[in-house]
């Protein structure tokens, strides 16, 4: 079974620009969460889907967003960039719940 | 306040050395999972602990779940360099589906 997958895996952009990232969750997996990983702050969490419904949210503005279609892959969306939202950002696909999360090789975004 | 504390924060010992990562909280988990994550990629599964007491073995890996469901430790035999990476602790708190809280890390490095 193919493992999560996250799409690009590098990318480089600078302050005030917007950027989406991919991921494509393992098959059959409903649930895909996104993590933010900082050296500073560690993972922090975004927000969750299921079935294309946003059910939880981390502690982050607005700027932040994401959303989920109909065949589980999602996308998070980061608008106005700060140098501040420079981090490997992460996410993982679960069958919902509380079961075992697996993650992806994550984005590695870097803001000018 | 870290409602997930991971002590010790830097390992850094010989191969063949044993060694103990902890992982403590105020809060019962329903569950809690360790990954192992190397640099530049998302963090993998080693073992999810569920039952209180509960000890689960990887190979040299022992895991172990407090009575209480609020702490747990991971026990590395006869550590090799293989073993060198960042392990992180996370469960779920209450009713937050979806949502991992995670360690702040152990970073292991063991020398050859």
């Known amino acids: 079974k193919a493992g999560v997958t996250q799409t690009p895996r590098y990318l480089i952009k600078t302050r005030g620009q917007q950027v989406t990232l991919s991921c494509s969750p393992i098959?059959?997996?409903?649930?895909v969460s996104w993590y933010q990983q900082t050296p500073g702050q560690g993972l922090q969490f975004l927000f969750e889907y299921f079935s294309e419904t946003q059910r939880n949210k981390g502690n982050f503005p607005g700027r932040f967003s994401g959303r989920q279609f109909s065949n589980s892959r999602s996308e998070m969306n980061v608008s106005t960039l700060e140098l501040g939202d420079s981090a490997l950002y992460l996410c993982?696909?679960?069958?919902?719940?509380?079961?075992?999360?697996?993650f992806g090789p994550g984005t590695r975004l870097t803001v000018l | 306040t870290q409602l997930l504390e991971q002590s010790p924060q830097f390992l850094s010992i010989q191969e063949g050395e044993n060694l103990t990562v902890y992982c403590n909280s105020s809060?019962?988990?329903?569950?809690l999972q360790w990954y192992r994550q190397e640099p530049g990629e998302g963090p993998v599964l080693l073992v999810t602990v569920v039952t209180g007491g509960e000890v689960k073995k990887l190979k040299r890996l022992t895991f172990q779940f407090g009575d209480a469901r609020k702490d747990s430790s991971l026990h590395i035999t006869a550590a090799q360099p293989g073993d060198t990476g960042l392990y992180l602790c996370?469960?779920?708190?209450?009713?937050?589906?979806?949502?991992?809280?995670f360690g702040q890390g152990t970073i292991l490095t063991v020398h050859p």
């Open positions: 996370a469960g779920y708190i209450g009713t937050s589906y979806g949502k991992l809280t």
């Open positions: 993982a696909s679960s069958l919902g719940g509380r079961n075992e999360q697996f």
């Open positions: 098959s059959g997996h409903r649930s």
């Open positions: 809060s019962v988990f329903s569950s």
